[in-house]
């Protein structure tokens, strides 16, 4: 448990190929993903500037914890094309949910935070904390109020009583 953020609800990693990610998982047990090829951003920042970032993005859960896949798929600036062009691939970011995004993040910046990257997707808010020293110990934080926290909620039931049939659900 974090004394900051609160307990780690998710763990993305950043992928060349989601779509044998997910395969790779789902022999492992993991599933059903649900997989967005093309997210609609609301917005997207990459170190304070404007970036028209292009991903896809799966999630599935393993217990509690959320398993997040991210493919980016064009060379707009961002976190995950500075990961992979590092040379890394897998365990990228790790993330925090909450129901009052604006407190976290400011709480974040004035703790001496930087925002490395933020944007919103269908209305909620996420900012990815610029933290990485290792690879993969980049901190995410997301507010999970609304239609994202009933999905995130409805991933993890369906993830409880999964019994290995349909896999991968296409959205979008």
Not at 44 to 68: H, K, P, T
Not at 86 to 101: C, L, S
Request: some cysteine; glycine content about 12%.
């Amino acid at each position: 448990m974090s004394r900051i953020f609160g307990r780690i609800a998710q763990i993305g990693y950043v992928v060349r190929d989601i779509e044998a990610s997910m395969e790779h998982w789902v022999a492992h047990g993991v599933g059903p993903w649900f997989y967005l090829e093309r997210c609609e951003l609301d917005h997207f920042r990459y170190r304070g500037a404007d970036s028209a970032l292009e991903m896809s993005a799966a999630v599935a859960n393993s217990g509690d914890i959320q398993i997040e896949l991210i493919q980016q798929r064009n060379d707009a600036p961002s976190l995950y094309k500075d990961f992979l062009d590092a040379g890394h691939e897998g365990a990228q970011h790790v993330a925090y949910w909450t129901n009052d995004y604006q407190e976290l993040y400011d709480r974040a910046l004035a703790l001496g935070y930087t925002v490395g990257q933020e944007g919103s997707i269908g209305g909620g808010r996420f900012a990815y904390l610029d933290t990485e020293k290792d690879p993969g110990t980049v901190i995410e934080i997301s507010d999970i109020g609304g239609t994202k926290g009933e999905l995130f909620k409805a991933v993890r039931d369906m993830a409880a009583d999964w019994d290995g049939s349909t896999p991968i659900h296409r959205l979008g």
